[in-house]
């Protein structure tokens, strides 16, 4: 048996994403800004597609969606982005984030840090969310832009995203969330929640890879980085990626019409696994169940390395994740199990099982069952355990 439990990493895209995005590579394969037939009838599939976009976040008429080829490359451009509109200049000299985000998000912010500019990287609670009052205080006139994660990746825990943007409009300071976790596990809403920039990519949601999006807020346009041809409105150039395009459309069509399948059924298998792994002894998961996206378990199982637990998973057919960097000789250690203040061997322990729309109930069984063999297998001979197989050498 073959099981995918590694959803946060990617996911299989929709058979009807795929049905959706094929005549765009061999049939109507026209460049869009060609002024021939070829280009322009990719037209109407890039216009639903754009309203797909647009009705699944509730975006404004006036607001932009701009399509990018990831969520790193969204990240990248409102941080970097932020720094030539309101640093630079010398207007503010100062973002905030938190210890917890994607590394798009801490590397974008530590090169700008090369730059001279102030970084706060907010910690986080046990749980791994911030505490509000220290996001307030920390706000000064300084301060250019807010930038705080929706979902994240390793624990799956949510993160107050409408208090944020209430404290955010109240000190006037810009706001972008990473939401790359969130579209298609909760309901995403810009309007409801006061956010400038919120960037995702298709592929975590059942979408292609190499293509992501940057919702921009409607008076809040930000410097393009990509200069040439001048598609999207001049905000990012470069030939649009058609069949990538109607293929996030279709994938976030589908993604809000499973959000109550996500929230039931999901969330169901993703209980019953948590539930039957924290019978092990000595194990806890990161996070409250309600305050998590249904599909997200993040499980410490003490005296197990996770990289080992993966190695029993992987020859039994099951993708599953660390979550962590994995550096060619020495195993790093979970950075989030870290921030939410967990002993450096705990941290070694961190097992993430991230679910889909397309698990079943059956891989769920089969992984209960190997997941406890291992445990079984591994906690004999874990005291001088020392790993290092091949495969996770290989850094792809
Ligand atoms: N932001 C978050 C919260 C993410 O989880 C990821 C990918 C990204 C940004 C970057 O997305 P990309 O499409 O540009 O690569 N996260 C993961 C993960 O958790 N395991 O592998 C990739």
Not at 88 to 107: R, S
Not at 150 to 179: Q, R, S, Y
Not at 252 to 270: G, Q, T
Not at 332 to 352: C, F, K, Q, W, Y
Request: a negative charge; one cysteine or more.
């Amino acid at each position: 048996m073959r099981v995918y439990l590694d959803n946060n990493a990617t996911t299989i895209v929709d058979p009807y994403v795929f049905e959706t995005m094929a005549p765009y590579f061999c049939e109507m394969y026209g460049n869009p800004n060609s002024l021939h037939e070829f280009g322009s009838e990719t037209h109407p599939a890039l216009r639903c597609a754009m309203d797909q976009l647009y009705t699944g976040i509730n975006a404004n008429d006036n607001d932009d969606i701009v399509v990018t080829s990831c969520a790193t490359e969204s990240i990248n451009w409102v941080i970097k982005g932020i720094y030539f509109d309101h640093i630079f200049n010398g207007d503010k000299n100062h973002i905030i984030t938190t210890e917890v985000e994607h590394p798009a998000v801490i590397q974008a912010c530590r090169f700008l840090e090369t730059l001279g500019v102030k970084v706060t990287y907010l910690p986080v609670n046990s749980d791994g969310i911030i505490e509000l009052d220290t996001l307030r205080e920390s706000i000064t006139q300084e301060t250019a832009l807010v930038s705080i994660m929706w979902a994240n990746n390793e624990t799956g825990m949510i993160f107050p995203i409408e208090e944020i943007g209430k404290i955010c409009k109240e000190k006037d300071v810009l706001f972008h969330t990473d939401a790359t976790q969130a579209i298609g596990k909760v309901p995403v809403d810009v309007q409801k929640t006061n956010i400038d920039y919120l960037s995702f990519s298709a592929h975590k949601f059942h979408g292609p890879k190499g293509v992501g999006a940057l919702y921009i807020k409607e008076d809040k346009i930000i410097t393009s980085l990509l200069s040439g041809g001048e598609q999207m409105s001049g905000l990012r150039s470069g030939t649009l990626n058609v069949p990538g395009i109607v293929g996030m459309g279709k994938a976030m069509e589908l993604a809000v019409e499973n959000l109550d399948f996500e929230k039931s059924n999901v969330m169901k298998l993703r209980d019953r696994l948590e539930d039957e792994l924290l019978k092990i002894p000595d194990t806890f998961v990161v996070g409250t169940k309600k305050q998590r996206t249904p599909n997200t378990i993040l499980i410490s199982i003490k005296g197990i390395e996770g990289e080992a637990m993966l190695w029993d998973l992987n020859k039994a057919g099951i993708a599953a994740s660390t979550g962590s960097a994995c550096a060619s000789e020495a195993l790093e250690s979970n950075p989030v199990m870290e921030a939410i203040g967990a002993e450096a061997d705990l941290a070694h322990t961190a097992l993430r099982l991230s679910l889909s729309r397309f698990t079943t109930n059956e891989e769920i069984d089969y992984t209960i069952d190997i997941i406890n063999k291992a445990v079984k297998r591994l906690r004999a001979i874990s005291s001088t355990y020392s790993y290092a197989p091949d495969w996770h050498n290989s850094k792809l």
